[in-house]
């Protein structure tokens, strides 16, 4: 990336919400419990492609990168990841509905 | 029910991400399953989530900004965060974590710049999570090259005698800068010094201003 | 001591900036030993590599686009990246 022609910095900013902390919590507890740390964290970023930096958001990419990773290490299997996800989208329409 | 999970007002005046109120994305049901399922195995508690995030909410710019400070006032102590950042920051009491922090000084000679080209590596257990444009491609990719265009984008000016150098984040360091005190402030207390001292100031793409 | 960061390119993580590679610089400082990030990336047990920072001149790293032949950027580069580099 660095050299790559670029445009204008934007310089909005916004505060984080709640789930893109629990996002930051989470690959900082996961990697303090051994299950990853930030290079396999970055592997998973650079292997998800240059366009997801276009179509996902910072924290979107992270959690995606988290999950794949704990499915590599065994903490969860990928059968777990869909039950509970088709549970959780059950819960409601919202993320405060369904966290 | 939404906004039961954090206070109703950012308390930076930022806009909240869209959250709780809307709909639900994939994204969010994916940290919600990740979360709830790394909690039942018992690889992570919920209470150690919640305390994390309550760490990082307490990390911010006014963390670096008693640092830099306390160097203007105190030479011992900038000679001692020059040699060693992490031990001098650890010994003013602030939780680093496992961070490796250098420290480096801007002089009338010298301008010093932070990016991380590769991803966007900060010392967030410092001065809290990073800006948002500090994490942009634009940002990112433009740093290294025209940094001088950049700092100007940024409303620095620096004539060509004086040399930019630019610090790439690529590894296991992670980079506070010394601003160079404005002649102005000098004489000022520690603590009326940390008031001029900007996050900004310490990223390099700032330069340190009287209180508003 | 002038290194020139070695110019391969390998398919995976690896902490060594596109950029950088093939140029010529002078160590800054050494900083340590740090796991090596391509294998820690795999979750394979790393071995400590030595990592250095070393000092690029903008006119080294850019040519002719450099605003300022003088500026330089610095970067942390892992010693298994780097060779001698002997201007003779």
Same mark, same amino acid.
């Given at each position: 990336?660095?050299?790559?022609?670029?445009?204008?910095?934007?310089?909005?900013?916004?505060?984080?919400?709640? =789930?893109?902390?629990?996002?930051?919590?989470?690959?900082?507890?996961?990697?303090?419990? &051994?299950? @990853?740390?930030?290079?396999?964290?970055?592997? $998973?970023?650079?292997?998800?492609?240059?366009?997801?930096?276009?179509?996902?958001?910072?924290?979107?990419? =992270?959690?995606?990168?988290?999950?794949?990773?704990? %499915?590599?290490?065994?903490?969860?299997?990928?059968?777990?990841?869909?039950?509970? @996800?088709?549970?959780?989208?059950?819960?409601?329409?919202?993320? &405060?509905?369904?966290? | 029910?939404?906004?039961?999970?954090?206070?109703?007002?950012?308390?930076?005046?930022?806009?909240?991400?869209?959250?709780?109120?809307?709909?639900?994305?994939?994204?969010?049901?994916?940290?919600?399953? $990740?979360?709830? !399922? !790394?909690?039942?195995?018992?690889?992570?508690? #919920?209470?150690? %989530?919640?305390?994390?995030?309550?760490?990082?909410?307490?990390?911010?710019? #006014? /963390?670096?900004?008693?640092?830099?400070?306390?160097?203007?006032?105190?030479?011992?102590?900038?000679?001692? *965060?020059?040699?060693?950042?992490?031990?001098?920051?650890?010994?003013? &009491?602030?939780?680093? &974590?496992? @961070?490796?922090?250098?420290?480096?000084?801007?002089?009338?000679? $010298?301008? /010093?710049?932070?990016?991380?080209?590769?991803?966007?590596?900060?010392?967030?257990?410092?001065?809290? +999570?990073?800006?948002?444009?500090?994490?942009?491609?634009?940002?990112?990719?433009?740093?290294?090259?025209?940094?001088?265009?950049? !700092?100007?984008?940024?409303?620095?000016?620096? /004539?060509?005698?004086?040399?930019?150098?630019?610090?790439?984040?690529?590894?296991?360091?992670?980079?506070?800068? !010394?601003?160079?005190?404005?002649?102005?402030?000098?004489?000022?207390?520690?603590?009326?010094?940390?008031?001029?001292?900007?996050?900004?100031?310490?990223?390099?793409?700032?330069?340190?201003?009287?209180?508003? | 001591?002038?290194?020139?960061?070695?110019?391969?390119? +390998?398919?995976?993580?690896?902490?060594?900036?596109?950029? +950088?590679?093939?140029?010529?610089?002078?160590?800054?400082?050494?900083?340590?030993?740090?796991?090596?990030?391509?294998?820690?990336?795999?979750? *394979?047990?790393?071995?400590? /590599?030595?990592?250095?920072? $070393?000092?690029?001149?903008?006119?080294?790293?850019?040519?002719?686009?450099?605003?300022?032949?003088?500026?330089?950027?610095?970067?942390?580069?892992?010693?298994?990246?780097?060779?001698?580099?002997?201007?003779?």
């Amino acid at each position: 990336m660095g050299g790559d022609p670029a445009g204008k910095i934007d310089h909005e900013q916004h505060d984080f919400a709640l =789930w893109e902390k629990r996002v930051d919590a989470l690959l900082v507890i996961s990697s303090s419990a &051994g299950l @990853m740390n930030t290079d396999s964290l970055r592997r $998973v970023l650079e292997d998800m492609g240059e366009e997801t930096y276009e179509n996902m958001s910072y924290y979107e990419r =992270w959690i995606s990168s988290i999950c794949q990773n704990m %499915i590599e290490v065994g903490a969860f299997s990928t059968l777990e990841l869909a039950t509970k @996800m088709e549970i959780i989208k059950s819960r409601g329409a919202t993320y &405060g509905d369904a966290s | 029910m939404p906004h039961d999970h954090h206070e109703p007002l950012s308390p930076s005046g930022h806009p909240y991400r869209a959250d709780d109120d809307r709909d639900l994305t994939y994204w969010q049901v994916m940290e919600i399953a $990740v979360r709830e !399922l !790394l909690i039942e195995k018992g690889h992570v508690s #919920a209470t150690q %989530i919640q305390d994390q995030i309550n760490t990082m909410d307490a990390r911010s710019p #006014a /963390n670096g900004a008693r640092l830099v400070a306390k160097a203007w006032t105190d030479p011992a102590f900038k000679y001692a *965060l020059i040699e060693d950042a992490g031990q001098a920051t650890r010994e003013m &009491g602030f939780d680093i &974590g496992p @961070m490796h922090l250098i420290a480096l000084e801007n002089t009338e000679e $010298v301008h /010093n710049v932070i990016v991380c080209t590769l991803c966007s590596c900060y010392p967030r257990n410092l001065l809290g +999570l990073p800006p948002d444009w500090y994490k942009s491609r634009a940002y990112r990719s433009r740093a290294v090259v025209e940094p001088r265009k950049v !700092l100007s984008e940024f409303g620095l000016e620096f /004539n060509q005698k004086i040399q930019i150098r630019v610090h790439d984040s690529t590894a296991d360091m992670r980079y506070i800068i !010394l601003p160079y005190q404005p002649a102005d402030s000098v004489g000022l207390s520690e603590a009326e010094l940390a008031n001029w001292v900007t996050r900004d100031s310490m990223i390099g793409v700032g330069l340190p201003r009287p209180p508003a | 001591m002038k290194v020139r960061v070695l110019s391969q390119w +390998l398919p995976g993580h690896v902490r060594t900036p596109g950029y +950088l590679r093939g140029k010529v610089g002078t160590i800054e400082r050494s900083v340590g030993t740090f796991n090596n990030p391509e294998q820690n990336a795999y979750r *394979l047990t790393p071995t400590k /590599n030595r990592l250095l920072r $070393v000092r690029f001149r903008m006119s080294e790293v850019w040519g002719p686009r450099a605003e300022n032949p003088d500026d330089v950027v610095e970067a942390e580069i892992y010693e298994h990246w780097l060779e001698p580099f002997n201007a003779s």
